[in-house]
Structures are given as C-alpha cells and as structure tokens.
C-alpha cells in the first residue's frame, strides 16, 4: 500500500499529504481520523499546537499558530502566521567541503573570444528604453518568419531583450544603475553571438552611454541604431533585418567543441512551487548543483525575496562571515524596501503556491533554497 502522507524530518508536528485525504481518513501518525478533508501537498498537524506555538517542516520554523490546532487539523493561512522573524546565521560555521570529482566532465558548448562558453548561440535584439521594445519583438518575428535563419545551421534564432523602463528616470539612481548593469549583463552573455541595441534616441538610457568604455562585447559582432536616427518604426525594422542578416555570417561561424564544467554557470529560479517543490525537484537541483560546483562550475541562487527566512542556512555555508554578512544584508535591504512601500515579506506567496499547500514566506523559502544543494 502506497503511502498517503510524509513526515520530512524527525522535528517536524506535521505531515504532508501525498493525496488528497478525504474526511474520516485513517493515518498511522495520528490518534483519530481526519476530521476535515485535507488537498495534497498540504500539511496536516500531529500534535497540538497552542496559539504562538512554532510549527516545524523540514525541521525548520515555517510560521506559529495563530490560534489552537488540534492534532489531524489541517494547516494553512486560517491557522498559521509568520511569527518573529529570529534567526542563528552562525556564519560560516557548515561548510561542506566538496568530493573531487573521478573524471573531467565536459559540454558540447560556444566558445567565445573572452573565454566564456555558451550553451546556445542566439542573435540577440537588446532594447535601451520601453519604446523600442515593439520595434525589437517586430524584427524578430520577421526574421524568424522570412526563413533566412535557416541557411546559418549554428544560429538557434533571433531573441527580443525588452523591458518598461529606460526613461522617466534620473539617470543617477538605483533604478538606473540596475538597467545599465542588466544590459551590459546581456549583450556579454555567452549564449548570443551578436548583438543588436536598439534605441528611441531621446531616452534616458542613452546608447553612446551604454557602448562608452568597452562596456559591451569584445568580439565586434555588436551593432547599434535608434528609432530617431533610422527614419522611424517601419525603416529601423527594415534595417534591423538586413543588420542582423550580416551579423549572422559571424554568429554562424561558432561551432559547438567540448568544454569543461568550470566554463557552465547556470540560474536557477523557482516558478509555480506547491507543497511538494521542495522536496521534489528543488532537490533534486540542488544535487545537479552539487556536482556542477565539485567540477569547477558556477550555479546561480535567483530570486533573493524568496530565501526570506531560509538565509540562515546559506549564511552557514558561506565561505567566509563576510560573505554570510552580504547575504544578511541584501535581507535587510528587502525588509526596508518592503516596509517603505507598505508591503510585507509574506506577502510573497501567491494564490497558486498557497493553492498548492504553501503557507507562508518562510516555509516557501525552505523549499526555494534547496536548489542550493549543500556546496559552499
């Protein structure tokens, strides 16, 4: 018979149901039967617990009661709050130290002038400001279409970088120091062999600004136009077709060759999670992550708001206190941010996670983080 629910860790006063449990369900680890039906994913209570009380999954605080819950109750948003947001970062002090691995492992990959490697090799149309993001999705979806892509076997196709802002901003806040370092970012990207920035031409972002100092590619295969200087939507479209149809002969000659683990960085970023993320997948890409780092490689931890209450674990395996600190303090920023536009962090949760048994911030987070694996 197939088990119907878990217990993760020895600490924890509840279960998950692996199915859902109609009323009256009969379960080994509690005293009476369900009194309430209880949807999978979601976490059952085994023992009393009083108002202000903690309950434990994974062996970790994911909120207290916030009011009595009996043992087989079911617990979710009705029964269930944050609680004090009090944590051991014990810095530095559960640094699992890596296993060599027995042999080079390698992938097929791009290898770029700057020594990076890509696992694709995409023309990329980066966008300065909002208003040229019609334009970017426009010459994209013509070159696809036209059919030209396919006389350059090595090119996996035309991708449009758009985004909202670019303009209406002050040009000297965090707001802009934020875009301009996210496009750098992009048009370094190892996964695009060529570049095309497109502009309005009176935005904030201002080209010449962004292209100042060797900031974008080194390969040359980079190339630029507004919107203003071209002679509006329809001839930027044009030209942006017949630019990249140049820059394609450059972007073609990459070939895939073998490359080392040390050259794959990867981001990881959680999306749709529910009760049985964290102890599914997650962890699964935490053991991918494990091996990626023991070869040299680099995983990435995205979406910071969604360690909240699960940083105490990363702040143990940081390589150093200072590093453990940088973490803490990105935390901080959020709480800041957070409370200066009224917001709160468990506001986090949506109605998808909470549908699919997630409760709060904190129990998310525990889930979210074991895509990190145990490396350092």
């Known amino acids: 018979m197939q088990p119907t629910t878990i217990r993760l860790h020895a600490s924890d006063n509840v279960i998950i149901a692996l199915a859902d449990l109609p009323a009256g369900t009969v379960l080994p680890d509690l005293p009476q039967p369900l009194a309430h039906a209880v949807p999978r994913g979601h976490k059952i209570a085994t023992t009393a617990v009083a108002p202000g009380q903690n ?64 696992t694709r090799n995409y023309l990329g149309i980066l966008t300065s400001v909002n208003c040229s993001g019609s334009v970017a999705r426009m010459i994209a979806e013509a070159c696809e279409k036209d059919g030209w892509l396919d006389a350059f076997p090595n090119i996996d196709g035309v991708v449009p970088i758009v985004h909202g802002t670019g303009c209406g901003m002050s040009g000297r806040d965090e707001g802009y120091d934020t875009l301009f370092r996210t496009l750098k970012g992009y048009a370094r990207n190892p996964n695009f062999g060529g570049i095309l920035l497109v502009g309005l031409g009176c935005e904030v972002m201002q080209i010449p600004d ?128 957070t409370a200066r536009n009224g917001g709160e962090m468990d506001n986090n949760p949506s109605p998808g996670n909470k549908k699919g048994g997630l409760t709060t911030i904190l129990e998310k987070s525990l889930g979210a983080v074991a895509k990190g694996g145990t490396a350092p």
Request: with cysteine; aromatic share 6%.
């Open 55 to 118: 309950v434990l999954r994974y062996g970790q605080i994911i909120g207290v009661a916030s009011c009595p819950i009996a043992a087989g109750d079911h617990i979710h948003t009705h029964n269930l709050g944050m609680g004090a947001h009090d944590l051991d970062y014990a810095y530095a002090s559960e640094r699992n130290p890596q296993p060599l691995p027995n042999a080079r492992r390698t992938f097929d990959g791009y290898h770029r002038q700057d020594g990076t490697v890509g």
């Open 210 to 337: 962004l292209i100042g100092a060797g900031r974008m590619r080194k390969d040359g295969n980079f190339r630029y136009m507004t919107i203003q200087q071209t002679g509006g939507t329809r001839k930027t479209i044009a030209r942006g077709i017949e630019v990249l149809k140049e820059m394609a002969v450059t972007a073609n000659a990459f070939a895939r060759a073998p490359a080392g683990l040390e050259h794959l960085m990867i981001g990881m970023q959680c999306g749709g999670s529910d009760g049985y993320s964290g102890i599914t997948a997650n962890p699964a890409l935490g053991a991918a992550s494990d091996l990626i780092v023991a070869h040299g490689g680099t995983t990435i931890l995205s979406e910071t708001p969604e360690i909240y209450g699960a940083e105490h674990l990363l702040t143990r395996r940081a390589v150093s206190r200072e590093v453990g600190e940088k973490i803490v303090e990105r935390i901080k920023w959020w709480e800041d941010y």
